[in-house]
């Protein structure tokens, strides 16, 4: 219940909550922006996939030059 309310909540007193609920309601507007607009999935997952390969491939260099 205390979500409904945080989500109805003006930005005047979005000061007040904290981090963690700001986070919270983060996360929920972007799910919902996500399934609604599928052109920003596909381009949203796309880069968090090449961003995901670029560090592992980044981890295993660093792990190479260590031997």
């Known amino acids: ?14 000061a007040n909550l904290s981090r ?10 972007r799910k919902l922006k996500l399934k609604s607009d599928l052109a920003l999935a596909k381009t949203y997952f796309e880069a968090k996939s090449k961003r995901s390969s670029e560090k ?7 792990k190479k030059s260590k031997k």
């Open 56 to 62: 592992k491939s980044a981890f295993r260099k660093k």
């Open 20 to 29: 963690k609920t700001l986070r919270k309601l983060g996360r929920g507007k």
């Open 1 to 14: 219940m205390s979500e409904t309310t945080a989500q109805a909540a003006p930005a005047a007193s979005k």
